[in-house]
């Protein structure tokens, strides 16, 4: 049988010992499992980032593959931790919407609560856990602990207000939902969205903060030096990006700005 897998997803950074540990009580359950590492390096406390940062990575993993996701601002408080069966591969996380995105594309099979304490570390810490709670949970998923077996099905689990993008006669409006480390400005408003909106991939016009953008172009390189125009990323949504330089920088935009697409 394949060696299973848990992916990790923090805001824990690499600076102290967070992520570490937390890998160290999945080994010690689980052994014989292949660790990755998504990022440690998310916003701290962006529940909102972490969701679409999730959503653009779990579908390229193996089926099977166990998420443990903690961006977590309430931890310690009465919000749930929880676990989830979802799109044939599993996620444990806190109760806080982190899981949004996910159980917006493919609906959940089965969310459980994680109360059953013989599936997590003897103290649990009201300040960690992601280690006495959440790492112990994937490593038992790991070693084929059924669901079930970790507490109650819950159905009123926590979402988030994720806003879908609005269509017009004339516009189809969104907002930034992500700026990456190389400045690229990332909106909600994906392909297929779009085309819908303009009957085809061309004649397009983008404004974002006062700002027009009428050039989409289909890789960075096609852009000029200084140049900002758009295009379609990896995760199929519209972004903005400048030549070799920080788009969002440039254009002065922020998390959560709003953008509009106009048919030219």
Known sequence: MPRPIIALLTDFGTRDHYSGVMKGVVLGICPDVTLVDLSHDLPPHDVAFAAQELAATYKFFPVGTIFVVVVDPGVGTT???????????????PDNGVLTRVFQETAP????????????RPTVSRTFEGRD?????????????????????????????????????????????????????????????????????????L?????????LVSTYADLAPG?????????DHLECSAASSNAAELLGVAVGDVVELRRM
């Not at 490593?139 to 689990?157: C, M, N, P, Q, S």
């Open 207 to 215: 404004t974002v903060k006062g700002k027009t953008i009428d050039r």
């Open 79 to 93: 919000r749930r931790g929880i676990a989830a069966d979802v799109a044939d591969r599993k996620f444990v996380a």
């Open 109 to 120: 099979k089965r969310v459980v609560e994680l109360s059953e304490r013989r599936y997590a």
């Open 133 to 205: 709670r959440f790492a112990p949970a994937a490593a038992f998923l790991a070693k084929g602990i059924h669901l079930e077996a970790f507490g109650r099905a819950v159905t009123d689990y926590h979402l988030l207000d994720m806003q879908a993008p609005v269509t017009t006669e004339t516009t189809l409006t969104g907002r930034v939902v992500r700026i990456d480390r190389f400045g690229n400005v990332v909106t909600n408003l994906d392909r297929k969205s779009c085309e819908r909106f303009v009957g085809g991939p061309s004649g397009l016009q």
């Open 227 to 235: 140049e900002i125009g758009a295009l379609f990323g990896s995760t």
